[in-house]
Each structure stands twice: as C-alpha cells, then as structure tokens.
C-alpha cells in the first residue's frame, strides 16, 4: 500500500538533531516566547523579505490575528474563495465581519480577480487570497484592485510555504501572511502551530498585542486578545526543517514533473498547471477528471490511496447557510469541487511508487 503522505522520510534523518533542541528547550525552561521561538522568527522573516514574524498557535489563528491587525471590524466584508478549507471564512465570522465569496479560475482553481469587483461593497475591507494546493494566486491583479479600493490583502499561505510569484515568496506580498505548520504541510512542526508574517509595523504590533491576551506589556490590557502563541517546541523543530524546504519543495515539483511524464497523454483527464512567474510547491498534485468517484475506487481497490480536497464548498456548508449564497451560485467551484481528485506527492515519495500510480490511472482510463 503506497502511503499518502509519510512523515517519516524527512523526521528519520533529523532525529539526532531534533532530540539535541528537544534537550536544549526542555533545559533551558523557557516554553512560551523563549530564544527558540525568537530564532524561527527571524529566519522565516528573513527568507520573506519582511520585517516582521510572528509565530501563533494555529494557521487559523494566523489568519484570524491577521485580519483583526488589519482592521477589520464587525460589520465589514471580506472578500474570499469558496473553495478552501473552512478555516479560511470561519475566521472572518470570528473577526464580527461577513464572508463573499468569489468564484475561481477553472485552470488556476485560485481565486479569479477579474471576478471581485463585482463582488465589492462600501463594507469591503479585504481580500482573502487562497494559494491553493500551492500555486501562488495572481497577486498583480488582486493586489492592483486592494489600492484602487484601499483595501487590505490578507494571504491564506496555508499550504505554500516556500512558493512563490514572480520570485517573491508568498506570504510577503499582501499586507500580511497567514502560514500553518500543521504535520502534513511542507513545512510541517510536530504538532501545531501558524505565523503572521508583514511588513506593516502597527499590523504587528497588533498580532503581537492580540497572540498575548492583548498586552503590550505586561499586566496592562489594551485589547480583548487571545492567548495565541508557537511553542518553543515546535519553533526548535521548525528552525531545524527550514533549511531542508527547498529542497524538499524541489523534490515535489520533480515528482510533479514525473506525473506529468506519465500521464500527459492520458485522456480523460486534466494536470495540474503552473503558470507563468508562478513557483508551484504542491502541497497537493489534483488532477480533474469527470469520473473521479470511479477512479478513486479503482485505485483504492489497487492500493493507491487518494484524497478529495475539497468535496463541499464553502457556500454549501451548513455553517454558512445564513449568508444566503445557493447551489449554482460558483459554477467552476461546483464543478471542480466534482472532479477534484489529489495524488500522492510527498518528499520521499520513489519514482516506482510514482509509476505505479500512474498505471492504475492509465488502466482505468483504457478499461473499456
């Protein structure tokens, strides 16, 4: 059985030096806020050309802390994808403000900007990109219609750690990026965690305030804050894995590469693309196909595993029924959202697990 993601190939190798930050945290008692946190920060902010990181317990509240040190407000709109994880609209309704959502582009299955201005209201107070399965979303076209409207870009950078758009990282682009270090991301801690990256400083200081109870210092409250903070734990894991993301991100775009080798002429179904400017660091490698249910049990059936991201959009959750939005509002997301299929695609993934999951794809498509 081929697995869907196995950890253990970047964790085997670094175990000697996991267990040496593991003994220096644990000795050096300092667990929330400590050097070890402080480090991680400066490296990822360091990597993205922004002054400013600050880790968070979360991806969600990554995006929560971040829109709220942006502004926004109960009442306000913002402005975001159906298609995504639930995460990215809950924390709107978290922040007091109300999801709209756009639909997608059919190629991209990112947000589609030529979409948004439509969508605008004298409420909007920011833009939600999602860097899906991570492709970098147009962020010239988006970022162009936040100036004209003074609007704040928030970007979901989720599942792109390490992507980039027109070589600038995502995450760095917006007026701040919502990251989540979730196990099974590329970069991934070893429980949980997220970070709010900016360049913007009184947006920081804010998320620094909002992740601490709403304190700049100690003992005096300023806001109703959250106790939101990154472990030295996970920090000290983290610090040790991101000189390796390159080169693990390197490593599933070769395996993209070799999909695409061996099912280019496959017909029936459709590949991923990568656009131009455009560093793709798949997160996940989803193909389309219109018989996707038949082609997930068939795979199943030959112990190839698979996984649908996502099955339901977000204007179909029941969580969000009050916004008013029906089926058949988001017709590409619809579609897609029926079609959407995600293959194996992890570092450490071999080129003989890769063929034989290409094979199974190509003996259900030629199955009469």
Known sequence: ????????????????????VFTEVLRGSQYILGPALTRFEEQMA??????????????????????LGAGVRPGDEVITTPFTFVATAEVIEHAGARPVFVDIDAATFN??????????SERTRAI??????????????????????????????????????????????????????????NLGAIGDGGMVLTDNDTLAEKVHMLRGHGAKVRDHYELLGYNSRLDSLQAAVLSVKLPLLEGWNAQRRANAAR????????TGITLPIE????HHTYNQFSILTARRDGLRAHLQERGVPSMVYYP????????FAGLGYSTGDFPVTERIQEQVLSLPIFPGLTGE????????????????
């Open 46 to 67: 360091r990597l993205h050309g922004v002054r400013h990181a600050i880790g968070v317990a979360s991806g969600t509240d990554a995006l929560l802390l971040g829109l």
């Open 312 to 319: 339901k959009a977000l204007h179909q959750q029941p969580i």
């Open 353 to 368: 697990q890769i063929e034989t999951v290409a094979a199974a794809i190509r003996e259900f498509f030629t199955e009469k």
């Open 259 to 266: 999909y695409r080798e061996l099912l280019g002429d496959v």
């Open 1 to 20: 059985m081929i697995p869907f993601i196995d950890l253990s190939y970047q964790h085997r190798p670094l175990e000697a030096e996991l267990e040496r």
């Open 111 to 120: 947000l589609d900007p030529a979409q948004i201005e439509a969508r605008l």
């Open 128 to 185: 939600i990109p999602v860097h899906l399965y991570g492709l970098a979303c147009d962020m010239a076209a988006i970022g162009k219609i936040a100036q004209r409207h003074k609007l704040k870009v928030i970007e979901d950078c989720a599942q792109a750690t390490g992507s980039r758009w027109n070589g600038r990282f995502v995450g760095g682009v917006g007026d701040a990026g919502a990251f989540s270090f979730f196990p099974t991301k």
């Open 275 to 278: 656009t131009a400017g455009m």
